[in-house]
């Protein structure tokens, strides 16, 4: 199994609303990564997990939280988001510290209403 | 200071065409990463190649060729005889070897037209 799954693949929600992202892999990848990417532009990190702990959040507003039950899973959970959060979301994993097998899923694309 | 930077916005060509995509990098670090990727209107980041500071070999797979000079710090992408596929979204990115960031460029739109 090479692929990072991710779920919703859309995602409609108000700004009152708590929704939760979900990213899966079964690589055994150890780091595991949220990107946030708006149209026309490029992914920009949001958090990054090591061995199942937080170890980069790039100043990221708390009504995005992530977190990591497991080596396999990792989540992102959402509440009070506003219009401007509309995005595509995007997990990644890769083995580690050597950007060996740095591998995207195909994004969850959120809209805020 | 760590940046990516891909002077060309879009790029249009003729199908069977040749295109270069231009890619330079700034980064104080001896050891780092760079990657290139696709991303296609379906929004997904499919990975096209890595390499490392070290290994300035210039790559070839298929009609995509990669050609990594460190004394210029660019890392150009090259499509041969392009096709209609080949239409996309590119992005170079820079991974520092003490993060598991990706610093990306802004990204060049290539459209080949039939």
């Known amino acids: 199994d090479t692929e990072v799954t991710q779920t919703p693949k859309h995602l409609v929600m108000g700004m009152t609303n708590k929704k939760s992202l979900k990213c899966e892999q079964h690589?055994?990848?150890?780091?595991m990564y949220w990107y946030k990417q708006k149209a026309k532009k490029p992914p920009e990190l949001m958090f990054v997990y090591s061995y199942e702990k937080l170890s980069i959040n790039e100043s990221v507003p708390s009504r995005f939280s992530p977190e990591c039950p497991n080596s396999s899973l990792l989540n992102l959970h959402l509440h009070a988001l506003q219009p401007e959060d509309s995005a595509l979301y995007l997990c990644?994993?890769?083995?580690?510290?050597?950007?060996?097998?740095?591998?995207f899923g195909s994004g969850t694309r959120l809209t805020v209403v | 200071a760590q940046k990516v930077t891909q002077a060309q916005t879009e790029i249009s060509v003729v199908e069977k065409e040749d295109v270069t995509l231009d890619c330079v990098y700034e980064t104080r670090d001896t050891t780092y990463y760079l990657f290139w990727y696709k991303q296609p209107p379906s929004g997904e980041l499919v990975f096209l190649i890595r390499r490392n500071s070290f290994d300035e070999q210039n790559e070839i797979s298929g009609r995509y060729s990669w050609n990594f000079q460190k004394s210029t710090s660019s890392f150009n992408f090259t499509i041969t005889a392009s096709q209609v596929v080949d239409s996309a979204v590119y992005f170079c990115?820079?991974?520092?070897?003490?993060?598991?960031?990706?610093?990306f460029g802004q990204g060049t739109t290539l459209q080949v037209k039939p």
């Open positions: 690589m055994g990848h150890r780091a």
């Open positions: 990644a994993s890769s083995q580690g510290g050597q950007g060996v097998g740095y591998t």
């Open positions: 990115a820079l991974r520092p070897s003490n993060t598991g960031k990706l610093i």
